[in-house]
C-alpha cells in the first residue's frame, strides 16, 4: 500500500498571526475591563487603612488619657508621638508600658498629624488627627486629608 503525500497545509502545527492577534486582542479588552475596578479597590483600601491607623493612634490617646486623670497630650504629633513610645514612670517609680510601639504612618509611609487642644471642631472632645492623603501633603485636614472629624 502505497502513501499519498501529505500536504503542506496539514502538516501545519503553530498559530497563524490572525489567531494570536485575535487572543491577544481579546486579553486586552479583559484587561480594560478589569484594571480600572482594581485600581478603584486599591485606593478604597488605603483609605480604609488610613482610618484604621488614625483609630490606632485615637486609641493609644485614649489609654493615655484614662492613666493621666482623662487629659490628653498637648501639642502636636512631633512632641506626642515619642511620649506615647517611651513614657515615663507612673507615680510608684514603675516603667510605663508604651502606649504605641512604632510611630503611626499612613499607607503613604507619611507619619499621622495631631492636634489638642483641637481646632478643627468647635467644642471638640477628641483630638483632630488626619492622615496626609494620596499627595502626601499636609492641607491641615481638608483636600484629600482623611481625619478622624470628616464623614466618612
Given amino acids: 500500500m502505497q502513501r499519498l503525500p501529505v500536504s503542506p497545509r496539514r ?6 498571526l490572525v489567531e494570536v492577534l485575535l487572543v491577544l486582542a481579546i486579553l486586552g479588552v ?12 486599591q485606593g478604597q483600601a488605603n483609605n480604609q487603612a488610613a ?5 490606632g493612634f485615637e486609641n493609644a490617646l485614649k489609654l493615655y488619657a484614662v ?7 498637648d501639642g502636636s504629633a512631633e512632641q506626642v508621638i515619642p511620649m ?26 507619611q507619619v499621622l498629624h ?8 468647635p467644642n471638640a472632645t477628641k ?3 488626619w492622615s496626609s492623603g494620596l499627595n502626601k501633603q499636609n492641607e491641615d485636614g481638608a483636600g484629600d486629608d482623611i481625619s ?3 464623614e466618612q
Avoid at 479583559?30 to 479597590?41: D, F, S
Avoid at 492613666?67 to 497630650?73: D, K, R, T
Avoid at 495631631?114 to 471642631?121: D, F
Fill in 127 to 129: 483630638p483632630a488627627i
Fill in 84 to 109: 506615647l513610645m517611651n513614657p515615663a514612670q507612673d507615680a510608684n517609680g514603675k516603667p510605663v508600658p508604651a502606649y504605641l510601639e512604632k510611630q503611626p504612618k499612613d499607607p503613604w509611609g
Fill in 114 to 121: 495631631y492636634e489638642w487642644p483641637n481646632s478643627k471642631l
Fill in 30 to 41: 479583559i484587561a480594560a475591563m478589569v484594571i480600572p475596578n482594581l485600581i478603584g479597590a
Fill in 67 to 73: 492613666a493621666n486623670g482623662g487629659s490628653f497630650p
Fill in 11 to 16: 502538516r501545519r502545527r503553530g498559530f497563524t
Fill in 148 to 150: 478622624n472629624w470628616a
Fill in 51 to 55: 482610618r484604621n491607623s488614625i483609630s
